[in-house]
């Protein structure tokens, strides 16, 4: 997916799910087009660095948190994987990272090293999501639902539907006055009439969920 048709392609998928779905026709009605903005210029390097910071943290504090890791590393947009495992673990945690986010850190620079983690996106523009999922989930502390926000949000994926996401779940059961939690098998189940434009979806949900 390219920025230049990304925006059509959103357009196309609301004329869709209003079509094949009356819970989202509602929903696009409520909450207007989709406001979906992957972030075009950031690598997938870059993108499950900063994952790594916000797991655990609310936006504010992860956000802090992420400025000060950057601020160790003045002079470059964003620190490359060499920067980053120079870095002392003091100067890491000085910065207000956890142990764990340390080591996972790390573990995302070697797997840069190794060719896993890709410094640019041209590397897997051409790869199906499944195995970016499969290729990026080898990296210690990323599971499939990182993958899948990266998808989502850096690669512009627009057919993703992350059926463990609790907002999504929370969204889909208030949308339908659902009394009972959705599984994620059974979203997943749910979610095939929306294809092939599940993000698109997954962002409307998500919308129900912050009005719920």
């Not at 094949?20 to 972030?39: K, S, T």
Request: overall charge positive.
């Amino acid at each position: 997916m390219s920025r230049s048709t990304y925006a059509a392609r959103l357009a196309l998928a609301e004329k869709h799910l209003s079509k094949a779905d009356p819970l989202m026709r509602r929903l696009i009605r409520a909450h207007g087009p989709c406001a979906l903005q992957p972030h075009w210029r950031r690598s997938p390097y870059a993108a499950l660095v900063q994952a790594v910071v916000y797991q655990q943290l609310n936006g504010k504090a992860a956000a802090t948190i992420f400025q000060r890791f950057l601020d160790l590393f003045p002079g470059a947009p964003f620190p490359t994987p060499a920067q980053v495992l120079a870095a002392a673990d003091e100067a890491l945690r000085s910065a207000g990272l956890s142990r764990q986010e340390v080591a996972y850190n790390r573990d995302i620079e070697l797997q840069a090293h190794a060719g896993v983690v890709p410094l640019k996106r041209a590397a897997i523009a051409r790869s199906s999501d499944e195995a970016i999922i499969a290729r990026i989930t080898q990296v210690k502390g990323v599971g499939r639902w990182t993958v899948e926000m990266l998808l989502i949000f850096t690669l512009g994926r627009i057919d993703v539907l992350p059926i463990d996401d609790y907002g999504v779940r929370k969204g889909y059961c208030h949308a339908s006055d659902r009394d009972t939690p959705v599984s994620p098998p059974e979203l997943r189940a749910i979610g095939e009439r929306w294809a092939p434009y599940r993000s698109v979806a997954a962002w409307y949900l998500w919308r129900a969920a912050d009005a719920a």
